[in-house]
């Protein structure tokens, strides 16, 4: 055990320096897979017309954040998706429901609207949908994809990916 005492600076030191490495660390991780700053031009990538293949999409849990903060006509939505390999996730927009993306497992790659080459995301990273973004996903490899989404639905009753 590290002495955090008068005595036991150099423990507050290495402690200190974990810290900021952890930290350089985890926004590094959360940085991964973003399109190069080369390659991002408005509306490259048109739309696809493409249907799920090879997917599952379970809704964990939802909130109706009108009832729970006041926030009018938006729903807070966690789900789970599930994409083997050669699973596609259809062409679909943020425009109104913005969401965040968590890879738990695998190597998934997306075609952004904005980016005109594709946009490998690994186990770890986080991919953050904004109104700008329109996409779809496909697993390129052989082995099963898992990640969480969290989205802020306008519609309830919509089902896109």
Avoid at 16 to 25: D, E, P, Q, T, Y
Avoid at 88 to 115: D, F, L, Q, T
């Amino acid at each position: 055990m590290l002495p955090f005492n008068e005595k036991g600076r150099f423990g507050r030191y290495v402690l200190l320096a974990g810290v900021i490495a952890s930290a350089s660390f985890a926004v590094t991780a959360a940085q991964a897979g973003e399109c190069p700053a080369d390659q991002k031009k408005p509306g490259v990538r048109q739309p696809v017309d493409l249907k799920p293949v090879g997917v599952t999409d379970t809704v964990i849990a939802m909130i109706d954040v009108d009832k729970e903060q006041g926030i009018k006509d938006r729903t807070l939505r966690m789900r789970k998706l599930v994409v083997e390999p050669g699973g596609i996730v259809p062409w679909h927009s943020h425009g109104e429901r913005p969401a965040i993306i968590y890879i738990i497992e695998g190597e998934i790659n997306e075609y952004a609207s904005n980016c005109a080459v594709l946009i490998p995301h690994k186990a770890g990273d986080v991919v953050a949908e904004t109104k700008d973004i329109s996409h779809w996903w496909k697993n390129l490899g052989d082995k099963t994809v898992v990640l969480l989404s969290s989205d802020l639905l306008k519609d309830p009753a919509d089902h896109t990916m």
